[in-house]
Structures are given as C-alpha cells and as structure tokens.
C-alpha cells in the first residue's frame, strides 16, 4: 500500500464531506439500462480489469497526522451486487440507491445490477466525487466497452495505460502551491460582489440555509432550437457553454439584480498526460456576470467571454480556498457562494456492448450540491436538461417554472442575440 496526500481537489471534497449529513451530496451515479443476453461473469471480469488500471478505483481515503491522504492499495474490487429489481419508476428507484452511504475508508465506489426484467438490466456505478468527473465518465464508456468486448470473446481492448497517476499528480501540485497572482485575482474578482438574495422564479422568502434535500426537473431542448443555438454562439463568436450560462445569469438577474454570481465546472487536464486518468481533475469557480437591464444581450455575452477568460487564467486556485481570499472583508463563502450552477456536455459518452443495447439514465442527485444545479447534455441536434434543486428553496412548481424561464430566455437570444435584456426581463416576467 502507498500513501499520497489527497489533491487539492479530493482534500476540499473530503473535508466537506466529514460535515455533511447522509445523504452526501458529494455521490455521484452512472447508470445504464441493458437490453439483451448480458454475460455477468465477463461484465464482472472487465470491471476487476478496470479497477487494475486505474487507482483511484482502489484508493481509500483517510486523514493522518500529516493531513488528508489517499492509500493506493496493490490489488482491490469495486463491491459489486446483483440484485432483484425492487420495482418503482426507474429513475426514481436508481436515485435512491445512489443514496445509500458509501465509507471511504473502505472503497470510493460500489456497482450494483438490477435484474429489471428477462434479458434486460439496470447497472448502476455509485461512486464518490473524489474518484470521477465527466471526463472519467467518458473513460468508463470507452474502457468498459473494450474490456467487456474482450472478455465475450471479441477484439483485444488494447488500451494504453495511463500515463500518470493521481497520486503523481498531488504530489506535483503540492510542490507547486498556488501561485499568489492567483489568489489576488479572486480577491479582487469577487470584492464586494453581492450575496444571492432571491433566486427565480420570483421573489420570495428563502432559508437562510440550504437544505440538503433536493428532487431533479426535466426538460428537451429540441433539435431545431439546438441548431438555432448553436448558430447564434458561433455569430457571437462564443461557445455554447457561455451561451447558456448567461441565459442563466438572465433568468437570476431578473429577480435578484444586475451583479450575480453562476458557477461553472473547470477542468485540470490541460496536461496531456492526465487524458487517460481517472479521478477528479475538475472544481466549480464562481463566474461573475454584470447584466443591466439597458445592455443588449450580446453585450452581455460579450462581456461574460471577457470574464470567463480571466476566470481560466487563475483556474488552479480551489474551490475551496476561494471563499476564504477576502473573508476578512465580508465575501460569503461555501454555500452562499454556490447557489446556482450550470454544467454542459457537448461530448457524453456511450457504453457500447456487443449484441446489447445500452441506454444511459441520468439519474438525480443524492444531496443538493447547489440550490439549482442544471445540467445540459447534447443528444443528437438538441439537449437533454435536467436540474437537481434543493426542495428547501423551490416547490416542484417553481422548478418547472425555472426551467421554462431558461428556455424563454434561451428562445428569444437564439431569434434575436441582440435582444434588449428588458425585453427578455418583460417576458419572464409573463412566464407561467
């Protein structure tokens, strides 16, 4: 067994996670539905076979005297069960076992396959945010799909090993530290910027605290407007990505105020040699955005490309050193901090087993992470939008009502990208 200390991103993760009641928010959920003969034993043989590739799959996570510390361990399983189906509606059943608490001192993930029906099956990775992010999502597509096929008797997998390790990579990042340049830019990114008062759809009494309790709303994006949209980012000369989020800012904007915060997702791999490597190499950062209500919405894209730029510069500052970089002169931190995110995935991955036929469900939160977390996932032309909410801020009610402001706003900008920000404020304000 070795031992690595944690990065900086498991070790805020971590010690967040030593505060948070059960359910954590901080469990993840892959989740396919199977259709046709599944070979068990070989499904089986190919996940031992991707635990031995990558680490972290047999990684326990714990805390000595020198601070937080992963043990990489020589050999390891992650815990897989076959079960009968318990019935119910699938995503609402497969979200409650993603519930169930998983002990980090014994494995950071657990697999588990439902017998849903004959020749049809439910496989459902649960794993700790601490081991994945999306870019290990489409690695498990990839490399479980080339190790099942060569487990039935097919082509050889043939994968490369990674060419680094998470431990490796602490390890060089600690050494390194975080740049001061880094630190003062947050400080004066976020001076002064004000708390989230009110959140969409109208103003209203909220909690003081978030509750970590939440449901999850759905919506599409349909082909034809995903086109639209895509063609309005490229005449921008901008990416979707800040397309979407700024129809965020828009729709908190519109009830809380000119100057709001909407985090974002940001990636650590910018090394090649970490493309292959499974683990969490990603953290969420605060993005400001100024929208006033006589700017165009053009403008504000604009601006928001300007700001997101700055924010990739000093990506290597956690999340959770950005809270305390001006606490002193009262910047709120943690959860005040965090209330609404938007993450989009313009690349999903795709199981893909021979003489099977894999569908993915994404499957709702565990826990609230944010008290609006939407997530945007290419499907063909359109999307596919879903939002974990924490029930303490919004009714089943207010969270449609969100969703279809986004897409109000989303509709007008793609007619229109130069669309006056009143305007659109006009008609959210006419949104049931």
């Known amino acids: 067994m070795r031992a ?51 680490e972290v ?30 019935g119910g509606d699938l995503y609402e059943t497969l979200r409650r076992a993603g519930q169930r608490p998983l002990d980090l001192t014994e494995s950071p993930a657990r697999m588990t396959l439902y017998d849903y029906a004959p020749d049809e099956y439910a496989l459902l990775l649960q794993i700790h945010h601490v081991a994945i992010d999306d870019a290990s999502l489409a690695l498990l597509d990839h490399e479980l ?53 009110q959140l969409p759809p109208r103003a209203r009494p909220l909690p003081e605290r978030r509750e970590t309790a939440c449901d999850c709303v759905r919506a599409t994006i349909p082909a034809e407007l995903g086109q639209a949209v895509r063609a309005t980012a490229r005449s921008l000369r901008i990416t979707p990505n800040v ?62 490309k300007r700001v997101l730029l700055d924010v990739l510069r000093h990506r290597h500052v956690p999340y959770g050193m950005i809270g305390g970089v001006n606490r002193a002169r009262g910047m709120m931190s943690g959860a005040r901090l965090n209330r609404v ?28 992470k944010s008290d609006w977390l939407q997530y945007v996932v290419a499907d063909g032309d359109g999307w596919d939008v879903r939002a974990d909410y924490a029930t303490s801020c919004f009714t089943a009610d207010e969270a449609a009502m969100v969703l279809r402001q986004w897409l109000t706003v989303l509709a007008a900008v793609a007619e229109d990208p130069r669309v006056p920000v009143r305007t659109v404020f006009d008609r959210l304000a006419r949104t049931k």
Do not use: K
Not at 30 to 45: C, K, M, N, S, Y
Not at 149 to 160: D, I, R, V
Not at 247 to 263: Q, R
Not at 349 to 355: A, E, F, Q
């Open 145 to 197: 799909s080339a190790l099942y096929t060569e487990e039935t008797g097919g082509e050889p997998a043939e994968l490369p090993p990674p060419e680094t390790t998470l431990g490796a990579y602490a390890l060089r990042t600690r050494e390194a530290g975080i740049a001061p340049e880094d630190l003062a830019f947050w400080d004066g990114f976020l001076d002064g910027v004000p708390p989230l008062t």
């Open 57 to 86: 799959l047999r990684t326990t996570f714990t805390h000595d005297e020198t601070g937080a510390v992963q043990h990489v361990h020589p050999a390891g399983a992650v815990p897989f069960e076959r079960l009968p189906w318990p």
């Open 243 to 304: 397309l979407m989020s700024t129809c965020m800012a828009l729709t908190v904007a519109a009830v809380n105020g000119e100057d709001v915060i909407i985090c974002s997702p940001v990636s650590r791999r910018g090394a090649p040699e970490l493309d292959g490597v499974f683990g969490c190499l990603t953290d969420l950062l605060p993005v400001r955005y100024r929208v006033p209500a006589d700017a165009t919405f053009a403008e504000v894209c604009a601006a928001a």
């Open 341 to 368: 995110a938007l993450v989009l995935d313009e690349s999903p991955g795709d199981l893909s087993l021979p003489g099977l036929r894999c569908r993915r469900v994404h499957v709702g939160a565990a826990a609230a």
């Open 4 to 54: 690595f200390p944690q990065t900086f991103e498991q070790e805020a993760l971590w010690l967040a996670d030593q505060f948070m009641g059960a359910p954590s928010p901080f469990l993840e959920t892959w989740a396919q539905h199977i259709t046709g003969p599944l070979d068990v034993p070989a499904l089986e043989r190919a996940l031992s076979a991707l635990v031995r590739r990558h």
